[in-house]
């Protein structure tokens, strides 16, 4: 059997093992060269096309997104407390005064001082006296005034000098006009006419220990009505031991008799019998 040539097959390098003819060999044990790295490419400029061209990445919120996610927090009310849901709360609020029905009785106790005071009240000495504050105080009287406006009560309150009052309205002063004409037209009893007449004579103040040395009884009871009467009046204080009241005729008892002046009194010879 003839023997058949066969042609001669290059070797086949391996590129990735062998190095080139024109790079230099690396010695044993070195390390491997690092091969240089390619440059980043610089970042390009944000416009407003691109961020809106530019996808959003997943997973990732957009500045927009939490721009509109802080609005909405802004917007959202606020949770209904659990307690004020309904209708109670843990502590009343520092601002608050009085309940309705402590109200009510302030008001009550507000009018009762007033109507037993002399002189106009002021805010003040009614919030001492009822144990409030002023300005609960003020909102009473406030709602007792509107109350008898609304209700046309006969009376109605003023303020007045820096205080508050009660007053008859204006409407029926001819009717209290004709009753204190009626009081002082009213015939005195036997025991006033007397101490009057003593007073009157006496053209001095007078005490009431003179009257009564005079009449043998007590007079005090007597005195008290000629003067809520006013037809006498307290000229002053005597100079005796406790320093005595002195009385003397007022301008109503010369008003009511016709006379200029207590030097006008009829003579006792002048009474006819």
Avoid at 104 to 128: G, S, Y
Avoid at 139 to 164: F, H, I, M, T, Y
Avoid at 166 to 171: G, L
Avoid at 183 to 196: D, F, G, I, K, Y
Wanted: charged letters at 25%; zero cysteines; hydrophobic letters at 40%.
């Amino acid at each position: 059997m003839a023997a058949i040539d066969t042609p001669a097959v290059p070797a086949i390098t391996n590129p990735m093992t062998e190095p080139e003819a024109n790079e230099p060999a690396i010695p044993e044990g070195a390390p491997p060269p690092v091969a240089p790295s390619e440059p980043e490419p610089a970042p390009a400029a944000t416009t407003p096309d691109a961020a809106a061209k530019t996808p959003d990445t997943p997973g990732t919120p957009d500045a927009s997104d939490t721009l509109d996610l802080s609005r909405s927090k802004l917007a959202d009310p606020p949770l209904a407390d659990p307690a004020s849901a309904t209708g109670e709360s843990e502590e009343p609020e520092p601002d608050v005064d009085e309940t309705p029905v402590d109200l009510e009785a302030l008001r009550r106790t507000a009018e009762a001082l007033l109507f037993a005071a002399e002189a106009p009240l002021t805010v003040r000495e009614l919030a001492r006296a009822a144990g409030s504050r002023s300005h609960t105080i003020r909102k009473v009287l406030k709602a007792l005034k509107e109350s008898l406006d609304n209700e046309r009560r006969p009376w109605e309150l003023l303020e007045v000098a820096g205080g508050w009052r009660f007053a008859t309205r204006p409407e029926f002063f001819p009717a209290i006009q004709k009753l204190k004409v009626q009081r002082s037209q009213r015939r005195l009893t036997p025991a006033a006419m007397e101490v009057l007449a003593l007073i009157a004579y006496s053209q001095e103040p007078i005490g009431r220990a003179e009257i009564e040395a005079v009449r043998g009884v007590d007079s005090g009871p007597v005195l008290r009505q000629l003067l809520e009467r006013k037809m006498i009046r307290i000229a002053g204080r005597g100079q005796g031991l406790g320093q005595p009241l002195l009385y003397a005729v007022s301008q109503e008892f010369l008003e009511h008799f016709g006379l200029k002046s207590a030097k006008d009194l009829p003579q006792p010879g002048e009474f006819k019998g």
